[in-house]
């Protein structure tokens, strides 16, 4: 898995990583966006983007945060 969408997406869904993607891997959810862990190819635009810093890369990701990759594997 190469990047996560973490809690302070959720009620915020801005959309500004969906539109730098290059490859469309970031789909929307009830209540945030979702990174399609198949489809990524690790480069970070979306990161830089998002406006409350809800991305991160799965090596840099908090502790607090941890329970979003389970999260992310269950929406896909």
């Known amino acids: 898995m190469a990047y996560i969408i973490t809690e302070p997406c959720i009620g915020t869904k801005d959309a500004s990583c969906v539109a730098v993607c290059p490859v469309d891997c970031i789909y ?11 489809e990524c190819i690790d480069c ?14 799965d090596r ?14 269950a929406y896909f």
């Open 60 to 73: 840099a990701l908090p502790a607090e945060m941890r329970g979003y990759v389970e999260k992310n594997r």
């Open 44 to 57: 970070g635009a979306c990161e830089a983007e998002c406006p409350v810093s809800a991305i991160f890369a």
């Open 28 to 38: 929307e959810g009830d209540d945030q966006y979702y990174i399609n862990p198949e």
